[in-house]
């Protein structure tokens, strides 16, 4: 395969890309030879790596449909503290400690060297007349990144999030069924939930499989009482429905027999199957927190750390039953924010966040936000670790080995 069919096929750009990029990110063209070719380092060919003859080296996923790319400068700059990385056509720039996102097109050049990139503070009073061309510069901005991508339905996002904020306020969960469990409490449906972390995992599930599971074992032990030795099999049946919803290729009946240390029979998960999918009308299609806080994170253009950082918060929140008192919107929004302060950003809940979420507060969901963060504290102190060892690992950012938050920031 040559080196244009790989670039072709693995979203890899070309070296007049990169030169652009080095440019509008402060590397220079001079770092770059006029002459220098790309080529494929064969050893590193299954993982779309490039090298320039400059010395400018691009690492990407391929074949994926928005590839990821690492950028190295040559020696001549390592010392500028230079170091970025590029998703489809944004670029992450970081230098001297800090960090900003610019998205670049032919109506947006990014911001050159020694410019302020911070976004403009939450807190900072301003005319309604700025605020709304604020709100409306910043979705355009996100608009016309998107515009083009068939991938994100542009045309169709805007009403399918109005859509899912519709159904987040007409449908409520219950958030007290547990007193309808003679025999299951709290602590156990935890065990259960921490134990479904390890199996999302162990399947290689999509995240979205986890938390429609998660509300598909709540929805039901609210409409049917469940006794303890069915529990686990309630859970794992959840993943399979939950995982034939969202999954190209879900798992079998004999791989949940298996990891649940062959407890159950193929028989008992057919017919548990049959129970669940009729006690809730076959209505499995409820929106869970995972679409809203996937929202969030397209429109912010997210890289890789801040989505782990959101999604260890809505995992802890999916652990904690007294979660359940709040909408999958407002744990969306207040994983979001725990997010952006532990990762210390300038913004907490900037108008970006403002503009897609309808006008959502901090107020709004700031209750939430302290129920999670109480949870985070509280889990080391137990044996449920799942979501600590899943996040202490560099494949998910090493979250868990961040500073964490021991409290909401009062003027937020």
Request: charged share 20%; proline share 5%.
């Amino acid at each position: 395969m040559n080196t244009q069919t790989l670039r072709e096929v693995s979203n890899i750009p070309s070296m007049a890309d990169i030169k652009r990029l080095a440019t509008r990110t402060g590397i220079g063209s001079h770092h770059l030879s006029s002459s220098a070719a790309t080529h494929v380092d064969p050893a590193r060919s299954s993982s779309g790596a490039l090298q320039s003859s400059a010395g400018l080296s691009v690492t990407g996923m391929a074949p994926s449909s928005r590839a990821t790319y690492q950028l190295r400068p040559p020696s001549s700059i390592a010392g500028s503290g230079f170091m970025g990385t590029l998703s489809g056509n944004s670029v992450n720039v970081l230098s001297s400690g800090s960090t900003s996102s610019h998205c670049f097109d032919s109506t947006w050049n990014a911001p050159t060297a020694g410019a302020s990139t911070s976004p403009m503070k939450s807190d900072v009073a301003g005319s309604s007349a700025s605020l709304a061309a604020h709100v409306s510069r910043v979705s355009t901005k996100v608009d016309q990144y998107y515009e083009g991508k068939a991938m994100y339905c542009p045309d169709l996002a805007p009403d399918i999030a109005a859509m899912y904020l519709e159904c987040d306020r007409n449908h409520v969960r219950d958030a007290a069924y547990l007193q309808q469990q003679p025999e299951i409490n709290e602590k156990m449906r935890m065990i259960l939930v921490d134990w479904l972390v390890d199996v999302h995992l162990k399947f290689k599930l999509h995240p979205a499989t986890f938390y429609l599971a998660v509300d598909l074992i709540d929805r039901f032990l609210a409409v049917a009482k469940v006794t303890r030795s069915n529990l686990q099999l309630v859970g794992i049946t959840c993943v399979l429905i939950a995982a034939k919803y969202e999954e190209i290729w879900p798992p079998e009946v004999k791989e949940c027999i298996h990891i649940s240390a062959n407890t159950y029979k193929h028989d008992e998960i057919l017919r548990m199957e049959r129970t669940i999918c009729t006690a809730l009308s076959f209505r499995l299609s409820l929106p869970t927190s995972y679409p809203y806080l996937e929202r969030l994170l397209t429109v912010l253009l997210a890289d890789s750390q801040l989505r782990h950082a959101a999604f260890f918060y809505l995992e802890h929140a999916a652990l904690d039953y007294k979660c359940l008192r709040f909408s999958p919107a407002q744990l969306a929004n207040a994983s979001m924010f725990l997010a952006n302060l532990t990762l210390c950003k300038d913004e907490l809940w900037g108008q970006t966040l403002v503009h897609y979420t309808k006008g959502a507060d901090v107020l709004s969901f700031r209750e939430a936000a302290a129920v999670i963060l109480d949870c985070v504290n509280y889990v080391p102190t137990t044996k449920y670790q799942a979501i600590r060892r899943k996040y202490n690992s560099s494949r998910f950012g090493e979250i868990s080995k961040l500073l964490l938050p021991n409290e909401l920031p009062r003027d937020a």
